[in-house]
Antibody, heavy 118, light 112 residues
Framework: EVQLVESGGGLVQPGRSLKLSCVAS????????MTWIRQAPGKGLEWVAS????????YYPDSVKGRFTISRDNAKSTLYLQMNSLRSEDTATYYC???????????WGQGVMVTVSS | DVVLTQTPVSLLISLGGQASISCRSS???????????LHWYLQKPGQSPQLLIY???NRFSGIPDRFSGSGSGTDFTLKISRVEPEDLGVYYC?????????FGGGTKLELK
């Protein structure tokens, strides 16, 4: 059974940093791209970051480029999201997803809440 | 960026009825390789989203045949027949043909 378990969320002040983790199990982690998606309270879904299966390439939308860094440790089957210079608009639930090109985001974690507020 | 416009925003359906959700794209979603990367997700209340349909019309594992997807180019439709209580929630379309990937704004399916 595929499982994705996120951790690391919480309350953080604007301008500070936070690092999210996602531990994967139930599939061969290093065969898949992985992606973070977020959802602001009461809002829709927004793609945040993607990483290739080897970790050799990463992709971001303009809204987080230069502030967020996605990475992975294939030996630990773990995905990360380093979030720097956090803003109030980054407040959201962050989901870790498995990313298969033809059927993207086929499995999702339970989500982790990040609140950016002073 | 590609804009996906979902209509309606909200849909009231009776149990056993049929629902139809439209997703219109600001650009053609036909990739240069000939595939169309338009997908559908359902987020049930209090849960993470789940994949329903990938590449326009392919049901994901475990998704009942009450769910069907169709369309081409810029116009796509998700149909849900014989609506059941577990079908309620917010439906999203996603395009992966163009970068960045973008989601539609969502359609909330509620019981009449």
């Amino acid at each position: 059974e595929v499982q994705l378990v996120e951790s690391g969320g919480g309350l953080v002040q604007p301008g500070r940093s936070l690092k999210l983790s996602c531990v994967a199990s139930g599939f061969t982690f290093n065969n898949y791209w992985m992606t973070w998606i977020r959802q602001a309270p009461g809002k829709g879904l927004e793609w945040v970051a993607s990483i290739t299966n080897t970790g050799g390439s990463t992709y971001y939308p303009d809204s987080v480029k230069g502030r967020f860094t996605i990475s992975r440790d294939n030996a630990k089957s773990t995905l990360y999201l380093q979030m720097n210079s956090l803003r109030s608009e980054d407040t959201a639930t962050y989901y870790c997803t498995r990313d298969y090109y033809s059927a993207p985001f086929d499995y999702w974690g339970q989500g982790v809440m990040v609140t950016v507020s002073s | 960026d590609v804009v996906l416009t979902q209509t309606p925003v909200s849909l009231l359906i009776s149990l056993g009825g049929q629902a139809s959700i439209s997703c219109r794209s600001s650009q053609s979603l036909v990739h240069s390789n000939g595939n169309t990367y338009l997908h559908w997700y359902l987020q049930k209340p209090g849960q993470s989203p789940q994949l329903l349909i990938y590449q326009v019309s392919n049901r994901f594992s475990g998704i009942p045949d009450r769910f069907s997807g169709s369309g081409s180019g810029t116009d796509f439709t998700l149909k849900i027949s014989r609506v059941e209580p577990e079908d309620l929630g917010v439906y999203y379309c996603l395009q992966r043909t163009h970068n960045p990937r973008t989601f539609g704004g969502g359609t909330k399916l509620e019981l009449k």
